[in-house]
């Protein structure tokens, strides 16, 4: 099977509310690109409810979408982040943080009940969230000499690539993001820049 070329995410944040029987379950979808902006941001909900009874989260991280963390945040296992996290996966998002702020009505919902109002909460919320597709992006740092600048700057417009991090001397060193489908193309163009150095970075 040929790699994935794109990614789907989403750059707003959404919000719905869904009731059952007196408790109100409000969802929030958030854009999120590490485990950091996660933190932040449940802070910030924590802090916006203060006397909700649970903060259940899922996200998912990375284009590969291979970092993932779901949490009943004090429901019965499996009631809250799971299905959340079904609802992110369902649409085939990542980089992406739902949370789910439930306030207590009185009346037990059971695990049922409890799965189904997290599910149906994260489902509203991802409904009103855009969803965008994003290509998937080949890291490369580049070397090369300050005069060359504006040959390199319009193959790299050329082809949609993203640069990264930049220092611009007399000798310049760039970290670019070149989409994957753009790949072959767009190296070829670089290699006949003379005495442009490339090579893949290590970095995020």
């Known amino acids: 099977m040929e790699k994935a ?7 707003t ?8 029987r007196g408790s109100r379950f409000i969802a929030y979808t958030y854009p999120v690109k590490n485990t950091d902006d996660f933190k932040k941001i449940l802070a910030t909900v924590k802090k916006e409810h203060p006397k909700a009874n649970h903060h259940c989260f899922a996200y998912r991280l990375g284009t590969d979408g291979t970092i993932f963390r779901s949490s009943d945040a004090g429901e019965p296992s499996g009631t809250a982040g799971r299905p959340i996290l079904g609802q992110i996966d369902s649409k085939n998002l990542t980089d992406i943080l739902v949370v789910v702020v439930r306030y207590f009505g009185g009346t037990l919902l059971g695990v049922p009940g409890l799965i189904n109002a997290y599910k149906s909460a994260a489902a509203m919320a991802l409904q009103v969230t855009p ?3 994003k290509p998937i992006l080949e890291k490369l740092n ?5 005069t060359q600048l504006n040959e390199v700057m319009n193959i790299l ?10 220092e611009l001397q007399l000798f310049c060193s760039m970290d670019i993001g070149i989409p994957k489908n753009r790949l072959t ?3 070829n163009r ?3 820049v003379r005495n442009l150095s490339l090579k893949e970075t290590t970095s995020d």
């Open 5 to 11: 070329h794109y990614y789907q995410t989403i750059e």
């Open 190 to 192: 670089l290699n006949d």
């Open 13 to 20: 944040s959404g919000r719905a509310e869904f009731k059952d």
């Open 142 to 146: 580049l070397q090369f000499d300050y």
């Open 185 to 187: 193309e767009t190296l």
């Open 157 to 166: 417009k050329q082809f949609d690539c993203v640069v990264l991090k930049q």
């Open 131 to 133: 969803v965008v597709r």
